[in-house]
């Protein structure tokens, strides 16, 4: 089967443009995950969905930052107004359940963003 | 808040040298603990975990030890490869009570380069 895939891979953008980033995760996961690897940061927890509904958004760093999933699969990540500081490797990663005592999660390879 | 804090790096070994990776942890609840590597080119994978004290994960020969007593949970390999080069990341989430459910997500520590030489 396949792993969790996000497109595009790299993301050259200008300070200023909307970016959506997106993430396929593993067929028949209801769980998903965001985070930011940034060499500033190190590995940031941005945003969850259990299905289509998001419990813990408390990463997302401001109101530029929005996700959503739909038919509880894809994910879109995206960024209004992109600002420097947002250059990082965006990373996915899906899993079985959500409410588990241990849930292994999946990560995708990443979309590096780059805002000029 | 829930926190890791790794030891700094890079770290560089030469091939069959033992491998030590600290990792202290402070949490709010009940922590299960991870390791997760990342090796050049690709994605986050999941290298071992421990969900309650004195578990021992092991993978890859690779193993560490959930000690409670003094947050810890130190990366061990007895005789590294230069295929072992890659970061390390240690990594938390917490359930709200022992026998309860994780929130899901993981909060890393900010990685270990590791290097190793022929």
């Known amino acids: 089967g396949a792993g969790v895939s996000q497109s595009p891979s790299n993301k050259v953008t200008e300070k200023g443009k909307d970016v959506e980033l997106r993430c396929d995760p593993i067929?028949?996961?209801?769980?998903l995950y965001w985070y930011r690897q940034s060499l500033g940061q190190g590995l940031e927890f941005l945003i969850y969905?259990?299905?289509?509904?998001?419990?813990?958004k408390s990463g997302l760093p401001s109101d530029r930052f929005s996700a959503e999933r739909t038919g509880g699969s894809v994910s879109t990540l995206t960024i209004q107004r992109t600002q420097q500081e947002d250059s990082a490797v965006y990373l996915c990663?899906?899993?079985?359940?959500?409410?588990?005592?241990?849930?292994?999660?999946?990560f995708g390879p990443g979309t590096r963003l780059t805002v000029l | 808040g829930d926190s890791v804090t790794q030891m700094e790096g890079p770290v560089t070994l030469s091939e069959e040298a033992f491998l030590t990776i600290n990792c202290t942890y402070t949490?709010?609840?009940?922590?299960?603990l991870f390791w997760y590597v990342q090796y050049p080119g690709e994605g986050l994978q999941l290298l071992l975990k421990?969900?309650?004290?004195?578990d021992k994960g092991s993978n890859k020969g690779f193993e560490a030890t959930y000690r409670k007593e003094t947050t810890s949970f130190h990366l061990e390999k007895g005789s590294v490869q230069v295929s072992d080069s890659a970061v390390y990341f240690c990594?938390?989430?917490?359930?709200?009570?022992?026998?309860?459910?994780?929130?899901?997500?993981?909060?890393f520590g900010q990685g270990t380069i590791l290097t190793v030489h022929p």
């Open positions: 990594a938390l989430s917490v359930r709200s009570n022992a026998g309860g459910t994780s929130y899901g997500k993981l909060t």
């Open positions: 990663a899906s899993s079985l359940v959500w409410r588990s005592s241990y849930n292994e999660q999946f």
């Open positions: 421990a969900t309650k004290a004195d």
């Open positions: 969905f259990q299905g289509n509904s998001a419990p813990d």
């Open positions: 067929s028949g996961h209801t769980a």
């Open positions: 949490a709010t609840g009940y922590p299960s």
